[in-house]
């Protein structure tokens, strides 16, 4: 989180504008996942970020059944402020990257 801050505060409106843009696509794809009942659960199994489900939990299909389109927003909020570990790092890596792209373009920033 430091280098995200870091990174923010050195490329000011940039940065910005790259995070909020990465932050866009995984709202939306991580709305489109759930509302899709996508097997969300596995994929954060397999990448670490949630403990495998015990045995008397309701799957993620059982909840979908039940979900409007409020509570699958809610659970998409959930899912994309989980997915900040990686989000975070990705734009701290393209942040430069794009700013030289737009310096050589001749955007003053």
Known sequence: MQALRG?????????????????????????????RNLPVDRALETIGLKA?????EASSETLQETASVASTFAMAMVLHKVLLPIRAPITVIVTPVVARVLARAGFAF
């Open 52 to 56: 495998p489900q015990a045995e008397g």
């Open 7 to 35: 990174t923010l505060a050195r490329y000011g409106k940039i940065g910005i504008v790259v995070h909020f843009s990465f932050s866009t696509i995984s709202i939306a794809s991580c709305y489109y996942a759930i509302s």
